[in-house]
């Protein structure tokens, strides 16, 4: 009887010490999450998931392109986001732009999309390098990609380092469409960011 409750006791054991060590893992990770925004004594910006060897550094807002509320993003893609903002324009009654949507929310790419239904919303569109015959138009940072090509639209997302697979945690809600008049698209990252992924 005595060894059989050694052997119970060993393996509560274990297992607490598996728990232990589970928890120190996500504690890990949710950590990891964070990013930080910094600049050193030459006035140099660096981006780090840790905070700076001395000084105060700038918490970097992660879900830039999540609606309010909305989960924080896992760090490989909130640096891809920070990087690289990823924005559509789409258009009424355009299959393409329908299938270029799909291709974004199954990737799990979080983007900003601007619909152009106006003059005032084609204005805006040639402003951002596009015309009505190009859409959809996709911008990842910098780069622009004319019309729906899978192909081309996974190499610019894949270039700008955003995962190949879906990361987007549990809850999260793209964004709503919004007209391309209304509000200014983010094609490039803040100032003191670094350049985008060619």
């Not at 152009?116 to 622009?144: H, I, M």
């Amino acid at each position: 009887m005595k060894r059989t409750h050694g052997r119970h006791t060993g393996h509560w054991r274990l297992a607490a010490a598996l728990l232990g060590l589970g928890l120190l893992v996500i504690a890990d990770v949710a950590a990891a999450a964070q990013m930080y925004k910094w600049k050193d004594e030459h006035g140099t910006v660096h981006y780090s998931d840790t905070p700076p060897p001395r000084g105060p550094a700038q918490r970097m807002q992660t879900d830039a392109q999540a609606p309010a509320g909305a989960p924080a993003l896992p760090y490989e893609l909130a640096r891809a986001v920070q990087a690289a903002p990823v924005v559509l324009y789409t258009t009424a009654r355009c299959d393409a732009c329908d299938q270029g949507r799909a291709l974004l929310r199954a990737r799990g790419v979080p983007f900003a999309e601007r619909t152009v239904n106006t003059a005032q919303d084609q204005q805006q569109l040639e402003q951002a390098g596009g015309g009505k015959s190009d859409l959809p138009l996709l911008l990842v940072g910098s780069r622009k990609v004319t019309g729906f090509q899978a192909a081309a639209w996974q190499e610019a997302l894949t270039s700008a380092a955003y995962p190949r697979q879906k990361m987007l945690p549990a809850g999260y809600q793209f964004a709503p469409p919004a007209a391309a008049a209304e509000q200014q698209p983010r094609t490039r990252p803040p100032s003191g960011s670094p350049p985008p992924t060619p």
